[in-house]
């Protein structure tokens, strides 16, 4: 893919201003909402069943998050991707601690079941769970995962019939059969709670306003991972704390010019062989 069509994809976010619908955990509620404002998006939390599907209906993409959960959110999850799936609206999940607990898992893997979903994204541990593989998971926090995080997501994209986002020190982006690796982003986003969740929505803006999901997903991970180098780079030495803050202003004034320059994003050549080739 390239970075043109990266470009197209942030400026048509910031053009169209698309309504996503965050049935998210209370831990990063603010801190997401503030980060679809800064990248241009509009963002609405709503959780109650009574009005779920109205919100839904009317969003641009619906983003599923696990973080917190409860059985009335469940019950709202399932009721807002049911009807984005009836209305052709993008539902972007996030399996947060999936395998930390069998409720959690359990849950995963019914929402994958019972709704039509565009993206699943998290780290390998969560995506392997929810794919039915075993893998550690400490409180809701990635564990050790082993083998092959490329044939990983491959394997689960073609099994779920979506596009897999494991994310990581390489990401990876497929929908089974095209797979991207972006190398963007800073080790300080794990030192600020909700920074992939945040990336979920985000995910879920770009997929509001590109018809090729997989377009989507890629276009946001490199702008994601180029704005947190930026605003990493800008807060050298200042911690956590100033990095979030300048994360935030950053969202809004990435330009098409610093994904150019800083954009580190590869197509994944499969030979005949079945060997990985960049």
């Known amino acids: 893919m390239d970075k043109p069509m990266i ?71 399932i009721i807002a991707g049911k009807t984005a799936n009836e209305y052709g609206i993008p539902v972007i999940f996030d399996p947060v601690g999936a395998g930390a607990t069998t409720y959690r898992t359990e849950t995963a893997q019914k929402i994958m079941n019972e709704i039509n979903v565009a993206v699943i994204r998290g780290n390998a541990a ?24 490329v044939e990983l997501a491959i394997s689960t994209a073609k099994k779920l019939n979506t596009v897999v986002v494991t994310t990581g020190k390489e990401d990876v982006i497929t ?6 690796l972006v190398a963007n982003g800073h080790p300080i986003l794990t030192k600020v709670t909700g920074t992939g969740c945040l990336l979920t929505s985000v995910i879920g803006a770009f997929a509001a306003v590109e018809k090729d999901i997989l377009q989507a997903s890629v276009s946001a991970l490199t702008y994601y991972g180029v704005t947190a180098e930026i605003a990493a780079r800008k807060t050298a030495e200042q911690g956590p704390g100033s990095f979030q803050i300048e994360f935030l202003n950053q969202l809004s004034k990435v330009s098409s010019s610093d994904i150019d320059q800083y954009g580190d994003v590869k197509k994944l050549q499969i030979d005949k062989k079945g060997g990985k080739q960049l």
């Open 126 to 149: 969560e995506i392997a769970n929810v794919a039915g593989k075993q893998s550690n998971i400490k409180g809701v926090e990635a564990g050790n995962t082993q083998g092959d995080f």
């Open 175 to 180: 929908d089974g059969d095209t797979t991207y």
């Open 7 to 77: 470009s197209a994809s942030l400026q048509r976010v910031r053009d169209v201003n698309p309504l996503i619908h965050n049935i998210t955990n209370v831990v990063v509620t603010n801190f997401t909402a503030n980060g679809l404002l800064s990248l241009g998006a509009s963002p609405v939390m709503a959780y109650a069943p009574e009005e779920v599907a109205d919100m839904a209906k009317i969003a641009g993409a619906l983003v599923l998050n696990i973080g917190t959960l409860n059985p009335v959110v469940v019950e709202s999850m």
